[in-house]
T-cell receptor
Framework: EAEVAQSPRYKITEKSQAVAFWCDPI?????LYWYRQILGQGPELLVQ????????DSQLPKDRFSAERLKGVDSTLKIQPAELGDSAMYLC???FGTGVVFFGQGTRLTVV | QQPVQSPQAVILREGEDAVINCSSS?????VHWYRQKHGEAPVFLMI?????EQKGHEKISASFNEKKQQSSLYLTASQLSYSGTYFC?????????????FGGGTRLMVKP
């Protein structure tokens, strides 16, 4: 069964270090999303891509976060430098047009 | 703007019914429902488009009242496997993929 792949599953990093997450969406899904989920809260959209173009990144803290999807397939989300408040689950998701949004297993980030 | 979910938490005995509500102050195009178990990715349950149709999935169904901008998720004859956190994701327009805004979640616990 097709699924959204994310790596790593868990990441512990020290404050002020750089960290990167990778996502491979379901094949054929042009829309890719990065969400951040703080424990006990709902997912919050950070950035949405349509193919290789950014559709919305209004909630992305651009001073430290960056996202790219160079060939319109897989994507990388980077944080530099990481702060304690960045500890959260980072979820990647994809969809085909306006259909169902499928989530990956997420990367649990802990900043110490 | 984040939709409001109610109740925030509910505890049921196996076989009992529950209703989870999701309200928005803005006009909606669609409502998506997800269930998330601890440490796992959100799993899609169903989409409801404006038009007020009711959809069903096993013993879980949902409705969308376009006039009230409210959706309700109905869980009947609950099973232990229904335990988890339920999120509604709302979409205001269909012009750029699914730009979902998620509510804060409703934690459901089903006890034997």
């Amino acid at each position: 069964e097709a699924e959204v792949a994310q790596s790593p599953r868990y990441k512990i990093t020290e404050k002020s270090q750089a960290v990167a997450f990778w996502c491979d969406p379901i094949s054929g899904h042009a829309t890719l999303y990065w969400y951040r989920q703080i424990l006990g809260q709902g997912p919050e959209l950070l950035v949405q891509f349509q193919d290789e173009s950014v559709v919305d990144d209004s909630q992305l803290p651009k001073d430290r976060f960056s996202a790219e999807r160079l060939k319109g397939v897989d994507s990388t989300l980077k944080i530099q430098p990481a702060e304690l408040g960045d500890s959260a689950m980072y979820l990647c998701a994809s969809s085909f047009g306006t259909g169902v949004v499928f989530f990956g297993q997420g990367t649990r980030l802990t900043v110490v | 703007q984040q939709p409001v979910q109610s109740p925030q938490a509910v505890i049921l005995r196996e076989g009992e019914d529950a209703v989870i509500n999701c309200s928005s102050s803005k006009a909606l195009y669609s409502v998506h429902w997800y269930r998330q178990k601890h440490g796992e990715a959100p799993v899609f349950l169903m989409i409801l488009l404006k038009g007020g149709e009711q959809k069903g999935h096993e013993k879980i169904s949902a409705s969308f009242n376009e006039k009230k901008q409210q959706s309700s998720l109905y869980l009947t004859a609950s099973q232990l496997s229904y335990s988890g956190t339920y999120f509604c994701g709302t979409e205001r327009g269909n012009n750029a993929g699914n730009m979902l805004t998620f509510g804060g979640g409703t934690r459901l616990m089903v006890k034997p």
